[in-house]
């Protein structure tokens, strides 16, 4: 007798990302290792930055408008690295951000149409000293996932409009969280994230000698009760769905 022919396991599609991050390079020093370890399996992920990084100089010589264009060169190269499919540049000014309609909109936009299975973003629940812009992206963030990209009839002009239908993210990644639970290995994809923050030289430009050292004692530490030789921290949220 023949025997049966067994079906083909569905192939597995693999999952999509989006960081969220305020400026040009908290994406690196949060989660690149994690990002390019993603990557590396075929993930597909992309890149949200809020704001231009305009201010970030000490250079008596620099202007915003100038280092506006260098910070938005330096992150195209940083996720070049990381194998980050797009980078989107919301465009506003450093230290600027607001929870306004107009950020939770163009948000809730790029949840719609990246649908990722997974956000990566700040933790706006520090209880120590913060950026502000990082804690505004973390509410506006976590906002955006629940409840307005997830109903119908929030931004109802995305859905009428734009055609953009409503998105249920899973699960969301906090970075530069206090008691996070979540480590990841990122010991093979180390020397690529060191190699993404250097693309950010008008921010660590000055430091490349002494940086990685910084950044290796950091992810040690970071890994160690979890007998991880390298890692990057995150809380993680499951979101309802």
């Known amino acids: 007798m023949p025997r049966k022919r067994q079906p083909k396991p569905e192939a597995v599609q693999p999952k999509k990302v989006l960081v969220i991050t305020a400026h040009p390079d908290d994406s690196e020093f949060g989660a690149a290792g994690t990002v390019a370890l993603w990557s590396s399996q075929g993930w597909e992920v992309n890149y949200v930055v809020c704001t231009n990084g305009d201010k970030g100089s000490q250079d008596p010589k620099m202007t915003p408008k100038k280092l506006a264009k260098i910070r938005e060169k330096e992150q195209r190269c940083a996720a070049d690295v990381l194998g980050v499919k797009e980078v989107v540049f919301l465009g506003y000014g450093d230290g600027e951000l607001e929870e306004s309609r107009d950020f939770l909109r163009n948000v809730v936009r790029l949840i719609r149409r990246f649908r990722p299975d997974i956000v990566v973003t700040q933790d706006p629940y520090r209880r120590n000293a913060a950026h502000r812009d990082h804690r505004i992206t973390g509410r506006v963030v976590l906002d955006a996932i629940f409840p307005y ?27 530069g969280a206090e008691d996070p639970d979540t480590f990841i290995d990122i010991s093979p994809t180390w020397e690529r994230k060191i190699a993404a923050i250097k693309c950010h030289h008008s921010q660590v430009g000055g430091r490349d000698e002494h940086f990685p050292q910084f950044m290796r ?24 769905v």
């Not at 929030?154 to 969301?172: A, M, N, S, T």
């Open 149 to 175: 990209a997830r109903d119908r009839l929030h931004f109802y002009e995305l859905l009428r409009d734009e055609g953009l239908e409503p998105h249920k993210v899973r699960e969301v990644y906090l970075t």
């Open 217 to 240: 004692q950091n992810a040690e530490t970071l890994g160690k009760e979890k007998g991880i030789p390298l890692a990057e921290a995150f809380r993680r949220l499951e979101m309802r």
